[in-house]
């Protein structure tokens, strides 16, 4: 069963087509690469699959039980987050426990002898 299905899939902004009627399947293990110039359509192609933007005609399908996750291009980040705290943010629930074992590890070695990190780590 597929994750992602595109039907005769269409987007066009004003007059100039970036999908045009698209046929597209994304099935499980699959590993996809997207390349072309700018402003032929790759990230618009990635909104219509994740539900953000609606095609103009044609048929977008996704698994029920997808979750899909995307990194804006240019993402609003806290000044006040390291890239790491930033990037773990992306986990939901388990965002604090990954960077406290970052900061653990990393405490760790500086003092790898540390019986108080050692109990923390485990």
């Known amino acids: 069963m597929p994750l992602v299905q595109l039907t005769q899939t ?7 087509p970036l999908l045009d009627h698209v046929d597209l ?3 499980p293990g699959q590993r ?3 390349i072309g110039r700018n402003g032929t359509g790759k ?3 990635l ?9 103009d005609d044609g048929k977008v399908w996704r698994a029920p039980d997808l979750e899909l996750a995307s990194v804006a291009r ?3 980040l806290d000044p006040a987050r390291t890239v790491f705290e930033s990037v773990a943010e992306g986990l939901g629930r388990a965002t604090r426990l ?3 074992y970052h900061e653990v590890t990393h405490a760790l070695t500086a003092a790898p002898d540390d019986a108080a990190l050692m109990k923390r780590l485990h």
């Open 43 to 45: 990230s618009s192609l």
């Open 47 to 55: 909104r219509v699959i994740a539900g953000v933007a609606a095609a």
């Open 10 to 16: 269409s987007l066009a902004y004003g007059h100039v």
């Open 25 to 27: 399947v994304i099935e």
């Open 32 to 34: 996809i690469g997207l």
């Open 98 to 100: 990954l960077v406290e």
């Open 74 to 76: 240019e993402p609003d």
